[in-house]
């Protein structure tokens, strides 16, 4: 007896009763549908934590005035004025790890004015180090200079958001824009950054000289953030424990009373997101679980439905021969062959169930190699233990017993 | 060389009636089977007849007795084991046809084979079906066949292993008596050519094409004769068709 031919009449079998092995294979659709979305949202904030570890750098650390903030998330209430250009600085010259800093003040949701058309844009306060340290210079024009620093000059660099908002394909050199009664000089356009890991526009942006921020726009002399590049990724633990130390003395901060400053590391944003995305994924993972579940009890059913209804087929192949094992396989064929095509129409549904998803909620989606096997080893998982009882109940039947019914 | 197919010795089986005694279904029966017969065995409903018929089919054991097919002993074998005597050893003829339903002529007969090593199983499947006259059908389901043509397709399903010997049990109870006919013309011919068969039956005049009769009631043996003179199911046939012939005539 050879497998192959097992595996014909399996496939005759299915074949026979087509709603029958219909009914059998939608719950495993469902289920294995929902595994293979779920396991690719699941993947795609992986990517995206991954993706915003390597977008912020991973020998990078940011530091931002207040206590307790997080990345991505906006300034609520008083804003916190206790970090200023001189701590930068310090740390600069102080701590040999810190290969260059980027301090910037960041004023969200502002009007920029061009001629007739405006748009609503974040404005950021840099320096030039911004470019290097950030990598995000100028595509086109030139950056914010050191000059444009001492002279506090009214010159700015455009997004290319606001640049095609406010320009489309024109050339916005030398242009004259205004936020709000300021007016800057366009100098340059940023290079594209593409959508951040929160979700922002990352290009919706103008840039002008720090020092022109902090005197002529939001009149502070206190900022936002600096970013820290350091030498190496080494010894992080080390660098930041000398940071906190050096601030603290700064702010003369007492033993005890917390820091007035946060400082996020790469490690620290990708267990952020995994924080928030793993109660999530649980969840779902149960739900998927569960679903899969009543699959194959529906398939378990079914199949004992169709053994009994079977019984004179079974004891007629027993009567001319077949064997135990030749009718065990049979039927956990059948139940294998049907929930592995379901397995593979759920991937492909989940697909483009998870597409379907990206579009309407930008949750990112991610299908691999990964998903589609555990939705066919998954499915297949359920074709065997569903199929197992059945199988072994057809396998039992004592020919003239079974064909007398 | 051994020229029984069938040597039974002293069979016996017994069901217990659930507390209340039991029940001889075959009692004591012997019985030697030699190649080339063509045996009916004829009893009432209940007088053991089919319990027998499916223990020297292998289907069945015997409570006890000693069971020789073509000379191995198979009443103290696994079911496994007696799974492949009847693929190999045995083909068998059921009164309800027992074909598969929505599967081809060709498909049910390849049906046996696809559980022994055979590996040209369509090419022998075709000849069984063309030595039963089905040549032209071997692609209608059941479904598509008279019963005739339906019992002829299980024939074939028994005859594709080139079996030791063939058991018919009631091959023509659903059947009309033109059908009928034909298939016991068929087994005459195939008993012609050297297949031995073994007819089980409660119908008289059926039996009566076996060369031999073996007379059943309550499990024992109450006569086993030769038939001198079978019917000649052909001969029958043709009568058949004159006789409706001169009654369209009349």
Same mark, same amino acid.
């Given at each position: !007896?050879?497998?192959?031919?097992?595996?014909?009449?399996?496939?005759?079998?299915?074949?026979?009763?087509?709603?029958?092995?219909?009914?059998? !294979?939608?719950?495993?659709?469902?289920?294995?549908?929902?595994?293979?979305?779920?396991?690719?949202?699941?993947?795609?904030?992986?990517?995206? +934590?991954?993706?915003?570890?390597?977008?912020?750098?991973?020998?990078?650390?940011?530091?931002?005035?207040?206590?307790?903030?997080?990345?991505?998330?906006?300034?609520?209430?008083?804003?916190?004025?206790?970090?200023?250009?001189?701590?930068?600085?310090?740390?600069?010259?102080?701590?040999?790890?810190?290969?260059?800093?980027?301090?910037?003040? +960041?004023?969200?949701?502002?009007?920029?004015?061009?001629?007739?058309?405006?748009?609503?844009?974040?404005?950021?306060?840099?320096?030039?180090?911004?470019?290097?340290?950030?990598?995000?210079?100028?595509?086109?024009?030139?950056?914010?200079?050191?000059?444009?620093?001492?002279?506090?000059?009214?010159?700015?660099?455009?997004?290319?958001?606001?640049?095609?908002?406010?320009?489309?394909?024109?050339?916005?050199?030398?242009?004259?824009?205004?936020?709000?009664?300021?007016?800057?000089?366009?100098?340059?356009? $940023?290079?594209?950054?593409?959508? $951040?890991?929160?979700?922002?526009? !990352?290009?919706?942006?103008?840039?002008?000289?720090?020092?022109?921020?902090?005197?002529?726009?939001?009149?502070?002399?206190?900022?936002?953030?600096?970013?820290?590049?350091?030498?190496?990724?080494?010894?992080?633990?080390?660098?930041?424990?000398?940071?906190?130390?050096?601030?603290?003395?700064?702010?003369?901060?007492?033993?005890?009373?917390?820091?007035?400053?946060?400082?996020?590391?790469?490690?620290?944003?990708?267990?952020?997101?995994?924080?928030? $995305?793993?109660?999530?994924?649980?969840?779902?993972?149960?739900?998927?679980?569960?679903?899969?579940?009543?699959?194959?009890?529906?398939?378990?059913?079914?199949?004992?439905?169709?053994?009994?209804?079977?019984?004179?087929?079974?004891?007629?192949?027993?009567? +001319?021969?077949?064997?135990?094992?030749?009718?065990?396989?049979?039927?956990?064929?059948?139940?294998?062959?049907?929930? !592995?095509?379901?397995?593979?129409?759920?991937? +492909?549904?989940?697909?483009?169930?998870?597409?379907?998803?990206?579009?309407?909620?930008?949750?990112?989606?991610?299908?691999?190699?990964?998903?589609?096997?555990?939705?066919?080893?998954?499915?297949?998982?359920?074709?065997?233990?569903?199929?197992?009882?059945?199988?072994?109940?057809?396998?039992?039947?004592?020919?003239?017993?079974?064909?007398?019914? | 060389?051994?020229?029984?197919?069938?040597?039974?010795?002293?069979?016996?089986? &017994?069901?217990?009636?659930?507390?209340?005694?039991?029940?001889?279904?075959?009692?004591?029966?012997?019985?030697?089977?030699?190649?080339?017969?063509?045996?009916?065995?004829?009893?009432?409903?209940?007088?053991?007849?089919?319990?027998?018929?499916?223990?020297?089919?292998?289907?069945?054991?015997?409570?006890?007795?000693?069971?020789?097919?073509?000379?191995?002993?198979?009443?103290?074998?696994?079911?496994?084991?007696?799974?492949?005597?009847?693929?190999?050893? &045995?083909?068998?003829?059921?009164?309800?046809?027992?074909?598969?339903?929505?599967?081809?002529?060709?498909?049910?007969?390849?049906?046996?084979?696809?559980?022994?090593?055979?590996?040209? &199983?369509?090419?022998?499947?075709?000849?069984?079906?063309?030595?039963?006259?089905?040549?032209?059908?071997?692609?209608?389901?059941?479904?598509?066949?008279?019963?005739?043509?339906?019992?002829?397709?299980?024939?074939?399903?028994?005859?594709?292993?080139?079996?030791?010997?063939?058991?018919?049990?009631?091959?023509?109870?659903?059947?009309?008596?033109?059908?009928?006919?034909?298939?016991?013309?068929?087994?005459?011919?195939?008993?012609?050519?050297?297949?031995?068969?073994?007819?089980?039956?409660?119908?008289?005049?059926?039996?009566?094409?076996?060369?031999?009769?073996?007379?059943?009631?309550?499990?024992? &043996?109450?006569?086993?004769?030769?038939?001198?003179?079978?019917?000649?199911?052909?001969?029958?046939?043709?009568?058949?068709?004159?006789?409706?012939?001169?009654?369209?005539?009349?």
């Amino acid at each position: !007896m050879k497998t192959s031919r097992v595996l014909k009449v399996a496939f005759k079998g299915l074949g026979r009763n087509k709603l029958r092995s219909f009914l059998m !294979m939608i719950g495993v659709v469902i289920g294995i549908a929902a595994v293979t979305m779920i396991v690719s949202v699941g993947i795609g904030a992986q990517n995206r +934590v991954l993706e915003r570890v390597k977008k912020f750098g991973l020998e990078s650390l940011m530091l931002r005035a207040g206590a307790g903030r997080e990345m991505g998330r906006p300034t609520s209430g008083q804003p916190v004025t206790t970090l200023t250009l001189e701590d930068a600085t310090a740390l600069k010259q102080e701590i040999r790890a810190i290969a260059d800093i980027a301090p910037f003040v +960041v004023k969200g949701q502002a009007e920029v004015i061009y001629q007739d058309k405006s748009t609503t844009t974040g404005i950021f306060g840099v320096t030039p180090s911004w470019a290097s340290v950030w990598n995000w210079d100028a595509k086109e024009g030139e950056f914010i200079s050191d000059e444009d620093i001492a002279g506090l000059n009214r010159v700015c660099v455009l997004g290319p958001t606001v640049r095609k908002e406010l320009f489309g394909d024109a050339n916005p050199i030398g242009e004259q824009l205004r936020v709000g009664s300021v007016q800057f000089e366009i100098v340059g356009v $940023s290079r594209e950054k593409g959508t $951040s890991p929160a979700g922002g526009d !990352m290009d919706n942006r103008v840039f002008i000289p720090l020092s022109t921020m902090m005197r002529r726009i939001a009149n502070v002399d206190y900022i936002s953030s600096v970013k820290i590049l350091l030498a190496t990724a080494e010894d992080m633990d080390k660098t930041v424990a000398s940071i906190q130390s050096l601030l603290r003395e700064r702010h003369q901060l007492a033993p005890g009373t917390p820091d007035d400053f946060t400082i996020t590391t790469p490690t620290e944003v990708t267990k952020m997101a995994e924080k928030v $995305s793993g109660t999530f994924n649980i969840f779902l993972v149960l739900v998927a679980g569960i679903s899969l579940l009543a699959g194959g009890v529906v398939v378990a059913n079914i199949m004992l439905i169709s053994v009994n209804e079977r019984r004179k087929e079974i004891g007629l192949r027993k009567a +001319v021969g077949a064997q135990r094992k030749d009718i065990m396989l049979q039927f956990l064929y059948e139940a294998t062959a049907v929930t !592995m095509t379901g397995g593979v129409i759920g991937v +492909v549904l989940g697909t483009i169930g998870a597409k379907i998803l990206e579009a309407f909620t930008q949750m990112p989606t991610s299908i691999s190699w990964q998903s589609v096997a555990l939705g066919v080893v998954l499915s297949s998982a359920v074709g065997i233990v569903a199929g197992l009882q059945p199988a072994k109940r057809a396998a039992a039947l004592q020919p003239i017993e079974a064909m007398r019914t | 060389m051994n020229n029984h197919v069938i040597q039974a010795a002293n069979l016996t089986k &017994i069901y217990s009636k659930g507390g209340k005694g039991e029940v001889y279904a075959v009692h004591d029966v012997s019985l030697e089977i030699r190649k080339g017969e063509y045996v009916a065995i004829m009893g009432a409903s209940g007088s053991g007849k089919s319990t027998l018929m499916n223990i020297l089919g292998c289907l069945d054991k015997p409570t006890s007795g000693s069971l020789k097919l073509d000379g191995v002993e198979v009443s103290t074998l696994t079911d496994e084991e007696l799974a492949t005597v009847r693929n190999r050893k &045995i083909g068998f003829v059921f009164q309800s046809f027992n074909l598969l339903a929505r599967t081809n002529a060709l498909e049910n007969v390849e049906l046996p084979l696809i559980y022994s090593d055979r590996s040209d &199983i369509t090419r022998l499947a075709r000849e069984a079906l063309a030595s039963v006259g089905l040549a032209d059908r071997v692609h209608h389901n059941p479904g598509e066949l008279s019963g005739g043509q339906q019992q002829r397709v299980a024939i074939a399903r028994a005859l594709v292993t080139d079996p030791e010997i063939i058991f018919a049990d009631e091959p023509t109870g659903n059947l009309d008596s033109k059908s009928s006919l034909e298939i016991m013309a068929l087994f005459q011919q195939l008993n012609e050519k050297g297949r031995t068969i073994v007819l089980v039956t409660h119908e008289a005049d059926i039996s009566e094409h076996a060369r031999r009769i073996i007379k059943i009631a309550d499990g024992k &043996i109450i006569s086993d004769e030769l038939n001198q003179q079978p019917r000649v199911a052909e001969q029958e046939m043709s009568a058949l068709v004159s006789k409706e012939v001169s009654n369209e005539n009349k």
